[in-house]
């Protein structure tokens, strides 16, 4: 069974050297460090925080904010030293739009943590949303670098969305492939790669990167948008007219319904 994975979920839930960043103030985690939440835990606090962290963490991606405030406050009051723990409260503020507060919280856990790759795409998210996208693309770079991080996908992820806000489309196409590379169910990497194609009239492999996407999740409304436009650009009438049935039967009313309607296709 295929599963329904949400395209534009933010990527320091679920990314090789030489991604070029750009230059920037502020320091670089560096290369050889393990994310402290993957480390042993020495003490009783440590490992109460440790748990209210991952708690946290799980109401986080349920989309339970308030009780991953909770968590990540109370994590943090037990163990202040703990950065998984204020990393945590970061990426809670964040969601909730406390820009002063992520930013607190965020500048710590990297004070605490300097070599966490995690914390460093985390907080690299933070910046490039905050619109310091340059400085936030070094803080990418050296995550996804870090031999001892499991998920570069991540970072690779972001970098990429993060080109795609200063419109560099041919750093952002690297990064997703990147991201895909290492790995290859990454669903909103490959959205992006058939994006990308389509917006430089590749139609081929913008449909293939679709099938693609479209073998590891069930159809969205930006994805069957996206394959209407590209079935019209190719000619193939039939494959526009299935995508565009599929939209107006399951997502009627969405954005990409009603252009659809508009006939804006551009």
């Not at 963490?57 to 163990?79: C, K, M, Q, T």
Request: charged share 20%; hydrophobic share 35%.
């Amino acid at each position: 069974m295929r599963r329904a994975i949400p395209i534009f979920f933010a990527a320091f839930f679920a990314g090789c050297a030489g991604t070029n960043t750009g230059s920037g103030s502020g320091p670089s985690p560096s290369l050889s460090s393990a994310p402290v939440s993957e480390q042993a835990t020495t003490g009783m606090a440590e490992k109460s925080a440790k748990t209210h962290t991952e708690l946290g963490s799980l109401y986080l991606e349920s989309g339970n904010l308030a009780i991953a405030l909770d968590e990540a406050r109370l994590a943090a009051a037990i163990d202040p030293g703990y950065a998984p723990a204020l990393n945590l409260l970061g990426l809670v503020h964040l969601m909730l739009k406390e820009t002063p507060q992520a930013r607190a919280a965020f500048e710590r856990a990297i004070q605490l943590a300097p070599g966490d790759p995690q914390i460093a795409n985390d907080y690299g998210w933070f910046l490039c949303q905050s619109g310091r996208e340059q400085e936030a693309l070094k803080y990418f770079e050296a995550s996804s670098r870090n031999p001892l991080y499991k998920t570069p996908t991540r970072p690779y992820t972001n970098a990429g969305l993060c080109y795609l806000r200063i419109k560099d489309d041919k750093s952002a196409e690297e990064n997703f492939q990147r991201a895909v590379i290492v790995d290859g169910s990454n669903a909103q990497a490959i959205y992006h790669l058939s994006s990308l194609a389509y917006k430089r009239g590749d139609y081929f492999n913008a449909k293939k990167y679709l099938g693609e996407l479209h073998r590891l999740m069930e159809p969205n409304a930006e994805s069957l948008w996206l394959g209407v436009r590209i079935e019209r650009k190719i000619g193939d009438r039939q494959a526009e007219a299935s995508y565009s049935s599929q939209l107006r039967r399951k997502f009627a009313g969405s954005p990409e319904h009603q252009a659809m309607q508009q006939g804006k296709f551009e």
